[in-house]
């Protein structure tokens, strides 16, 4: 093996670690290897960019661009409302949102379809008071499958049709790959429906209710401020600040016991209530530093967290999220305070 040879696996190990690892985006360590190649002497220099002048790469980026028109359009979430009858039985309701999924990612990017029917099946999913779980992967196969039918349908497409201009007289046209993918797809979606969703392990389709996932008793607490706490006589905003990351303040409780979600620029009292959404073990330091006690004898929980004041939703973070990378806080600057974290799980674990 020669030295140009040795650095070029070399790199692309490197490259397939950090894919793995997840610790970077996948673009950028595609750009890291672009550069590694360059710097190694492994390509010309001009021949470093020149593949972003690639008619698949234009491609691509156009059918991305296309793919969040359709989803910024709310086109697809249209066409879904009207067959939502359709989902009464289990096997309908698989067949449906899968085939619809494959429909949407033959002309569009499989991770744009799949980021515009997430939320639909999810929502599908807690009407028919079926586990979300049993629909998730069955759409992911539906948009892989989806993909096989037209040209734009998939990269790997576009990038065979490219290589066929250059060396064939006649190119690709839009549905010559539907004469194969086409059926493949429909017998694809026929097995998935019919019963191939059977085949997903029972613990990972078990429906893991938010309820029962998340223990109210667990994080909410209600806590009173004492006469010689230094949080008396601040503001709310330095009570925040003093929390941190781990503890949060999701409500407020006036003198008739009605919680509403405190202005940073609210002053503090002595006596005053808050309701804290917190880890036990990140409480105890909390409560003495900051001069807080709980409330009760017992330090009894609040009962009505989830009246009509506060209600506990189950939302999911889509594939172009503004959230992807930052904490709590950045979820109540965005709206406005109207929304505080309480819990996070990941593959249906609490994390």
């Known amino acids: 093996m020669t030295l140009e040879q040795g650095l070029a696996f070399g790199i692309l190990f490197l490259a ?25 002497g492994l390509v010309e220099p001009a021949e470093i960019v020149s593949g972003f002048g690639h008619p698949a790469v234009i491609t691509v980026a156009a059918v991305l661009v296309v793919s969040e028109a359709l989803r910024s359009s709310g086109l697809v979430d249209v066409v879904v409302q009207r067959i939502e009858p359709l989902t009464k039985t289990a096997t309908g309701h698989i067949a449906i949102l899968t085939g619809v999924v494959a429909l949407a990612s033959s002309f569009m990017n499989n991770v744009g379809a799949l980021a515009i029917m ?17 629909l998730l992967m069955p759409i992911a196969f539906g948009s892989m499958l989806g993909g096989m039918i037209t040209l ?22 839009m549905f010559d790959f539907a004469w194969v993918g086409l059926p493949i797809a ?16 029972r613990e990972r389709k078990g429906g893991v209710q938010p309820e029962d996932m998340f ?3 667990e994080y909410v607490i209600e806590v009173r401020v004492r006469d010689k706490s230094p949080l008396a006589g601040r503001r709310v905003a330095h009570m925040e600040t003093a929390a941190g990351e781990e503890i949060a303040i999701a409500a407020r ?17 002595a006596g005053d209530l808050f309701i804290l959404r917190a880890d036990p073990a990140e409480l105890t330091e909390f409560l003495d530093t900051q001069g807080l006690e709980l409330v009760g004898p017992e330090g009894d929980i609040r009962s009505d967290i989830t009246s009509s004041d506060l209600k506990l939703v189950e ?18 600057r965005l709206s406005q305070g109207e929304f505080q974290l309480f819990a996070v799980a990941r593959q249906g674990e609490p994390i």
């Open 152 to 173: 734009i349908g998939t990269p790997p497409n576009i990038i065979i049709a490219s290589f066929r201009r250059s060396y064939a007289e006649e190119p690709f046209h």
């Open 253 to 269: 409780v006036r003198e008739d016991g009605q919680l509403y979600q405190p202005e940073s620029w609210q002053p503090i009292t």
């Open 118 to 134: 997430l939320p639909v099946a999810l929502a599908t999913a807690t009407e028919r008071g079926r586990p979300p779980a049993m």
């Open 215 to 217: 223990s109210l008793e």
């Open 16 to 40: 397939l670690v950090l894919f793995a690892s997840g610790k970077l985006r996948h673009d950028i360590v595609a750009l890291i290897a672009l550069v590694a190649v360059g710097l190694a």
């Open 315 to 332: 939302a999911i973070v889509g594939p172009n999220s503004q959230l992807i990378g930052f904490g709590p806080r950045t979820l109540a």
């Open 186 to 201: 429909v017998i694809g979606i026929l097995f998935i429906a019919l019963g191939a969703w059977r085949l997903i392990p």
